[in-house]
């Protein structure tokens, strides 16, 4: 699957704040992902990602 910066997602597990909603800020070896309820980020490897995805929503690029 392919991320772009500004993507959004809806994890399976809750985040320690209770958000579950994730903005993905950096590309590259790993994806820089960032909590839109606390703002904590973190990097995960592609296939980390792809296993806690529970609804992937792609950014409307006009």
């Not at 500004?6 to 993905?24: L, M, T």
């Not at 980020?41 to 296939?47: E, N």
Request: positive net charge; contains cysteine; charged residues 30%.
């Amino acid at each position: 699957m392919t991320y772009s910066l500004g993507d959004k997602f809806i994890s399976k597990k809750s985040h320690a704040c209770g958000g579950n909603e994730w903005q993905i800020v950096r590309t590259g070896a790993d994806i820089k992902v960032k909590c839109t309820k606390c703002g904590r980020a973190i990097f995960l490897s592609p296939d980390e990602l792809q296993k806690i995805i529970k609804v992937y929503q792609k950014q409307n690029k006009d």
